[in-house]
């Protein structure tokens, strides 16, 4: 299992990546706004289930 920093520097790495594709998106690239939405989509189920992991450390 890896730690919740390394999970957590995934996530920004991701971030960052979708950046460019967020420019893209800014200015005007369809395919680039769809490509960022996998991204934070992705994003958003890596942070559910890390707060879900930090939860149950917490009640261990």
Same mark, same amino acid.
């Given at each position: 299992?890896?730690?919740?920093?390394?999970?957590?520097?995934?996530?920004?790495? +991701?971030?960052m990546? =979708?950046?460019?594709? #967020?420019? /893209?998106?800014?200015?005007?690239?369809?395919?680039?706004? $769809?490509?960022?939405? +996998?991204?934070?989509? =992705?994003?958003?189920? #890596?942070? /559910?289930?890390?707060?879900?992991?930090?939860?149950n450390? $917490?009640?261990?």
């Open positions: 299992m890896t730690s919740v920093s390394e999970q957590l520097q995934e996530m920004i790495d +991701g971030l990546a =979708g950046m460019g594709d #967020a420019e /893209k998106h800014e200015k005007g690239i369809d395919a680039a706004g $769809r490509r960022l939405r +996998g991204t934070l989509s =992705g994003v958003a189920k #890596a942070c /559910k289930a890390m707060r879900s992991q930090i939860q450390e $917490r009640n261990a």
